[in-house]
């Protein structure tokens, strides 16, 4: 059974969270801090090539983002 999340560089990923209202509030080595103010919602998103699927259902989950309401975004 595949996964319907794609696989996506990051920059893909973080201008898409920044349109749900995301900013960046910090970054240890590759790995970056999002935050949304409003809900105070974090994730933490690695800057490597790609993202893998399963990273990126885990960053929709902490930031409580449903899939579509991502794609729409993209």
Same mark, same amino acid.
């Given at each position: *059974?595949?996964?319907?999340?794609?696989?996506?560089?990051?920059?893909?990923?973080?201008?898409? *969270?920044?349109?749900?209202?995301?900013?960046?509030?910090?970054?240890?080595?590759?790995?970056?801090?999002?935050?949304?103010?409003?809900?105070?919602?974090?994730?933490?998103?690695? *800057?490597?090539?790609?993202?893998?699927?399963?990273?990126?259902?885990?960053?929709?989950?902490?930031?409580?983002?449903?899939?579509?309401?991502?794609?729409?975004?993209?």
């Amino acid at each position: *059974m595949s996964s319907k999340h794609p696989v996506l560089p990051p920059s893909k990923i973080i201008k898409a *969270m920044q349109k749900l209202g995301f900013c960046k509030i910090s970054q240890k080595g590759s790995h970056a801090k999002y935050i949304n103010e409003r809900t105070g919602r974090v994730f933490i998103i690695p *800057m490597h090539y790609e993202i893998a699927k399963g990273t990126l259902k885990s960053i929709l989950e902490q930031a409580d983002i449903e899939l579509n309401q991502f794609l729409e975004k993209l």
